[in-house]
């Protein structure tokens, strides 16, 4: 029906980045350290994730990601964000005050590379 070069996205893909990344990830945020964030992740098991990381890694370039900020965390609490991207300063900002989810990582790395 679909071409064999079809791009397809499982279920099992979407489930598998709603998953709490591990505390070597969330370290790697919190130390500002991007391109071990999408290193660790390009490691994943699931090999949608592992390709999707790979991309980013690839392309990311200068972005950095930050969660520290006082003034975001204030904002993303108040408004309940997961995180954002902001082209102006090339940085994105994770929320890390609940789970932080591969999702996350992967939809803000996304905005940074497009």
Do not use: C
């Not at 999707?52 to 309940?80: C, D, F």
Request: hydrophobic share 40%; proline share 4%; charged share 20%.
């Amino acid at each position: 029906m679909f071409a064999r070069n079809s791009l397809y996205l499982p279920k099992s893909a979407i489930l598998a980045t709603l998953e709490k990344v591990p505390r070597r990830i969330e370290n790697a945020i919190s130390n500002g350290k991007i391109k071990r964030v999408y290193q660790l992740l390009a490691e994943s098991k699931n090999p949608l994730v592992a390709r999707v990381a790979r991309g980013i890694l690839q392309n990311i370039g200068s972005t950095s990601i930050n969660a520290n900020l006082p003034m975001w965390r204030r904002y993303a609490s108040k408004h309940e964000l997961a995180g954002a991207f902001d082209p102006k300063t090339n940085t994105i900002y994770i929320n890390t005050e609940g789970d932080v989810s591969v999702h996350t990582l992967l939809h803000e790395g996304s905005h940074a590379v497009l």
